[in-house]
């Protein structure tokens, strides 16, 4: 028997994927997202790829907090019990921090030619309710 037979059933790990949350149901992948396995033991910490994948393997069976932090975005927590020779499936929606977009209402001004510069005011007249 190999050794990672051998960890293969004693051990089991944590698999899954990070979206962003645009337009429910649009969802994009996140990269770079910070994912934090914690248990009573140690905390295992990794990063999201580039598809928003993320896998840690060689865990002993229990039960973890897997965390999800990503810049801009509420960071997200679920558990899950980890049995020997299994691999948990995680799915992170995260939503961004930045709930209402900002708008922007821009009206051309006629331009004097006699004056070297213009000044504008901008001024936010449209608010939308949360």
């Known amino acids: 028997m ?3 037979a051998a960890l293969a059933d004693t051990t089991g790990g944590i698999r899954g994927y990070v979206y962003a949350v645009h337009d429910y149901p649009r969802t994009v992948s996140l990269a770079g997202v910070r994912i934090t396995i914690r248990s009573p033991w140690a905390d295992v ?4 790829d580039r598809r928003g994948f ?3 393997l060689g865990l002993p069976p229990g039960y973890y907090t897997i965390s999800a932090q990503g810049n801009g ?6 558990t899950r019990c980890v ?3 299994f691999v948990e499936s995680v799915r992170f ?3 961004s921090v930045l709930r209402d977009p ?3 209402r821009w009206k051309p001004l006629p331009l004097d030619p006699g004056k070297t510069s213009d000044v504008y005011n901008l ?4 608010q939308r309710p949360c």
């Not at 975005?73 to 679920?78: D, R, Y």
């Open 45 to 48: 910490v990794t990063t999201s």
């Open 73 to 78: 975005f509420t960071p997200k927590s679920i």
């Open 93 to 95: 929606d995260l939503d």
């Open 102 to 104: 900002a708008y922007i």
């Open 123 to 126: 001024v936010g007249d449209r």
């Open 83 to 85: 049995s020997a020779g």
């Open 54 to 56: 993320f896998v840690v």
């Open 2 to 4: 190999t050794i990672s």
